[in-house]
């Protein structure tokens, strides 16, 4: 018998998702399918507070809770699955009093599990890179959820404040080595406006947007970026967290790839041209960028 079937009714699930917002986003499609399998079972989502933005409005949340072993311990889980594997999350699964204690086995700790999960490679019988979104998603699967296809990152959103037909450019990422050049992003602005389509560069709150003030910028939160996102004809940015929020609103994209393998952090379940650059994204020319959007133009005007 499998976790979830021994679940009783109406059971509370405590889920850690420490960390970035790709995860959190790649987060989304395992809920999604533990809902699927139990909808009687209440989810609560421990995460930390700049990316709780992530899970409200969403259908795979009943709770999102503060990242701190009390507040899981409040919530009172009979399982707890840990997605994040760090000291701090070992601690909170150690202490939050649930039954089950959940985690994958290839974690650097693992002394508050009593379940611990194989690998996705193992629980999918695949031998390849697995992509994030199916990595989480088959810690529930280990758990009993059946295996399926992983579905689309299941986020919610507020009307756009934004009209008409626009693109949405992000030219910030985590990392110097991550970022294509600013004035490079600024000519695909320029041809964007050439097809009749405006360019909206979007920044975060601490992101410096002074160069590209000759175009328009939205700069917000991370509820106002999703609500931007999601009514953009299309996007065009770095390997960052907001692809992952433009891929769950099923936006056609175009990603720049340097240090992290696409196989595992690209864009999930949307139509997306993927720009890879090993040897650094300053190799990258604004025509090879051009070429991959009129890739997606000809795409979008097949299925118009």
């Not at 699955?81 to 009093?97: E, F, I, K, P, Y």
């Amino acid at each position: 018998m499998t976790i979830l079937e021994q679940l009783p009714p109406g059971s509370r699930v405590g889920v850690i998702r420490l960390r970035s917002l790709g995860d959190c986003v790649l987060t989304t499609p395992a809920l999604a399918l533990l809902k699927r399998a139990r909808a009687d079972l209440k989810i609560g989502v421990a995460v930390e507070q700049r990316f709780a933005q992530v899970f409200e409005n969403s259908p795979t949340a009943d709770q999102i809770l503060p990242p701190t072993w009390q507040a899981l311990r409040r919530w009172k889980p009979s399982l707890c699955v840990n997605l994040h594997g760090g000291t701090r999350s070992q601690w909170m699964t150690a202490l939050s009093a649930a039954r089950w204690r959940a985690g994958f086995a290839h974690h650097n700790f693992t002394f508050a599990y009593n379940v611990k999960i194989p690998r996705a490679q193992r629980i999918l019988s695949v031998n390849r890179s697995v992509h994030t979104a199916e990595h989480l998603a088959s810690a529930f699967f280990a758990l009993g959820v059946p295996i399926q296809d992983v579905p689309r990152a299941q986020l919610g959103a507020a009307e756009s404040p934004l009209q008409g037909r626009y693109a949405v450019l992000h030219p910030f990422a985590s990392a110097p080595e991550k970022q294509w050049a600013a004035e490079r992003f600024c000519e695909v602005a320029r041809f964007l406006e050439l097809w009749k389509i405006r360019p909206v560069f979007l920044a975060g709150p601490e992101d410096d947007p002074a160069p590209f003030r000759a175009h328009q910028v939205f700069q917000g939160n991370l509820a106002e970026m999703k609500a931007v996102l999601s009514k953009a004809s299309v996007f065009i940015a770095n390997d960052s967290g907001p692809a992952h929020v433009a891929a769950a609103f099923s936006v056609p994209s175009v990603v720049l790839f340097s240090t992290s393998n696409p196989a595992i952090w690209g864009p999930w379940r949307t139509e997306a041209e993927i720009v890879v650059a090993p040897e650094g994204l300053s190799k990258v020319s604004v025509s090879r960028v051009i070429a991959a959007l009129e890739r997606l133009r000809m795409f979008e005007e097949a299925h118009a």
